[in-house]
Nanobody, 117 residues
Framework: QVQLVESGGGSVQAGGSLRLSCAVSGYAYSRTCMGWFRQAPGKEREVVATIDRGYADAVKGRFTISKDNAKNMLYLQMNSLKPEDSAMYYC???????????????WGQGIQVTVSS
């Protein structure tokens, strides 16, 4: 069974940085079709960055997604954070697939990121 566990969230002032990590265990998941999503209170979940498609416009130039296949880890480096980046962040992965479809079936429990002005 695939499990995703996020870490590295917390509170930071505007302009600061955080690095989110996602530890993936199990098998039958696509290491290419992985990404980060976020959901703020009262808002719908939105994509932040995915390995195959890149970044949401709101985070381009500030966030960097990366993975370490040897360690089964996915990362999200977040720089120049803004209060509007505050949200619950989720790591997600598609099932074992040759081509990414955007159908994420495995999700982490989420981790809170709070950016104060």
């Amino acid at each position: 069974q695939v499990q995703l566990v996020e870490s590295g969230g917390g509170s930071v002032q505007a302009g600061g940085s955080l690095r989110l990590s996602c530890a993936v265990s199990g098998y039958a998941y696509s290491r290419t079709c992985m990404g980060w999503f976020r959901q703020a209170p009262g808002k719908e979940r939105e994509v932040v960055a995915t390995i195959d498609r890149g970044y949401a416009d709101a985070v381009k130039g500030r966030f960097t997604i990366s993975k370490d296949n040897a360690k089964n880890m996915l990362y999200l480096q977040m720089n120049s954070l803004k209060p509007e980046d505050s949200a619950m962040y989720y790591c997600a992965a598609e099932g074992a697939t040759k081509y990414c479809s955007g159908a994420y079936v495995y999700w982490g429990q989420g981790i809170q990121v709070t950016v104060s002005s």
